[in-house]
């Protein structure tokens, strides 16, 4: 019987655990190519970490390029997707890889603080590093992209916007709308709460003024994840419209943000390149 379950992904992707396969091998790659700092903290708490690959030309105050990754809020870590840094450290910024923690141990609200935190704390330190603190970008993949919305957006029951310093995201085939989860497979292991579902969907965000954002989905991708791409465009980011990248499912898509031979590498090089390069 053909998966019906739009968010069950492996359901979707045939190639799901070669793909996933190919996220840690090119990881390890990544890893032995560039000088890197690894689980350095950005806050207080086990999961507050993050990794940072640094580019082999460091004349002058890098940018600074943060990715965050997907698994639904509740799976996957950061060293699989170091393999990000061959895109973000080749035009000569510094990538950081954010970690967080996972649902339903902890709540959004906590995952979305992590990540701004994340944010905050490159900011605050970047000369240490090399870094630019004027020169921050992010993007993410899935939930990670769902969490990176929330670096530059303001739930509606916030009242002050974040302080994150990041003003261009570039967001990778999002869940933008929470609702639909309660019904799939996922509500029995995350549990998203009703005041949740009402506190962040960034459906119901509010952008901040000045933000630079670029949307990008898989044409092989299920309902939920084009249609909220298109969602957000039209209702949150002001009309602009989103990548639809030709041939590209839900893993292939952030597999190939880093290779420049796919149309989704050749959009993430074009967006980094806002913040600066050699």
Known sequence: MSETDPFRIRGHVPDF???????????????????SKADIQYGSGPDDRLD????????GLRPI?????????????KEDYAYLANAICDIGAIAAIVEYSRLPVARLAALVDQVRRAAFWLQENAQSFGGNPGAISASGHSAGAHL???????GPI???????????????SGVYDL??????FLQAEIELREEELLAWSPLSATLQP????????????????????????RTVAS????????????????????DADYQIGQKFLKFLNLTGSD
């Open 17 to 35: 655990d070669l793909i996933s396969e190919g996220y840690r091998n090119t990881s390890n790659t990544a890893r032995a190519r560039w000088l």
């Open 52 to 59: 940072l690959f640094f580019p082999e030309t460091m004349k």
């Open 65 to 77: 390029h943060m990715f965050i990754h997907g698994g639904y809020w509740r799976s996957n870590v």
């Open 148 to 154: 990176a919305f929330y670096l530059a957006a303001a």
């Open 158 to 172: 916030e009242d002050v916007p974040p302080r994150a310093g990041v003003t261009t995201l570039f967001l990778v």
């Open 179 to 184: 609702r639909p989860i309660t019904s799939s």
């Open 210 to 233: 000045g933000i630079h954002l670029e949307i990008a989905v898989g044409d092989r991708e299920t309902a939920p994840f084009i249609d909220g791409a298109w969602t957000l465009a």
């Open 239 to 258: 009309g602009s419209l989103p990548h639809v990248i030709p041939d590209a499912d839900h893993m292939s898509i952030v597999r190939d943000m880093a």
